[in-house]
């Protein structure tokens, strides 16, 4: 499909800068241990459901974040979205047993060469307003060029690779990868569930839901810079690269890129067996 420019005021701005209503989310025990299978998990307290994995704080957020990004674009361009960014800052572990309030705004529209980005913040705190993750989620409406940007784009989260890398892990796919994610995400995009669909806007066929993507990529980043502690991850960022189906086979590079604010930060990239990458640019911060 061709990308045209379009009027900046094809795309729905009344909801820049302005809150939702918040959005009540129960973790329950059952749905954090879904959400550990449905990505292959391998932390124990992940899989007895104790803890959230950290890509699982996307999913008490969704409901209030997906309907900004989907309802924004003009409306012939609204099943074009892809996931563009993610940007995580984490203050505390979910729990089962809490009650999660989430909130969002989106910040801006902001065009590129073969599309425009969608960019909104969301806010998750318990009921009594204790922070629990911050998230800046970026989408990607493909063919879509908005005449100039209005608002924000995502934050910037550059770091600079030191040496070679620490730790290089290469992992695979299930078949079943995008319908297990689905029911445990609850993100029901039929690019993730119809090849046919999938097809007609120009993909191979079903490809993987990009934080599932970013799980896998996770458990390695976990395991090589904090021995698994999710207590020690404070910040994930990463930008989404090109789309994964669930026959791809993956690799991730991990890097040290020094000490910022009492944290060490690393950088990683993953990618696949034809030398493209799926996941670029990305950062991690943890509390030594």
Not at 37 to 60: K, W
Request: with cysteine; glycine share 10%; hydrophobic share 40%.
């Amino acid at each position: 499909m061709t990308a045209t420019e379009v009027s900046v005021d094809e795309f729905d701005l009344e909801p820049l800068g302005k809150w939702s209503e918040p959005a009540v989310f129960d973790v329950d025990r059952m749905r954090l241990q879904a959400y550990a299978g449905a990505t292959n998990d391998t932390v124990p307290a992940h899989l007895a459901g104790d803890y959230a994995s950290p890509i699982f704080n996307v999913v008490p957020g969704f409901r209030v974040i997906a309907p900004l990004t989907e309802s924004m674009p003009p409306p012939a361009k609204r099943m074009m979205g892809l996931h563009g960014e993610q940007d995580f800052r984490f203050h505390r572990p979910i729990e089962p047993g809490m009650r999660l309030l989430t909130r969002a705004k989106p910040l801006g529209v902001v065009p590129h060469s073969t599309g425009s980005t969608i960019t909104v913040l969301g806010e998750t705190t318990t009921e009594d307003g204790t922070p629990v993750v911050d998230q800046y989620v970026t989408v990607f409406i493909r063919t879509a060029i908005a005449g100039r940007a209005v608002g924000d784009g995502p934050p910037d989260y550059s770091v600079d690779r030191i040496g070679e890398p620490i730790a290089v892990v290469t992992t695979m796919f299930d078949p079943d990868q995008t319908f297990r994610y689905m029911g445990a995400s609850g993100d029901t995009m039929p690019l993730h569930s119809d090849a046919a669909f999938a097809r007609s806007f120009g993909l191979p066929g079903i490809i993987n839901h990009g934080n599932c993507t970013l799980a896998f990529a996770t458990r390695a980043l976990l395991a090589t810079t904090c021995a698994d502690d999710v207590h020690r991850l404070k910040r994930l960022a990463v930008r989404f690269s090109r789309w994964v189906t669930p026959q791809d086979v993956m690799t991730t590079w991990i890097w040290r890129a020094g000490v910022r604010d009492g944290r060490s930060v690393y950088a990683f990239e993953s990618g696949l067996t034809d030398g493209s990458l799926c996941l670029s640019g990305g950062m991690i911060e943890v509390q030594d």
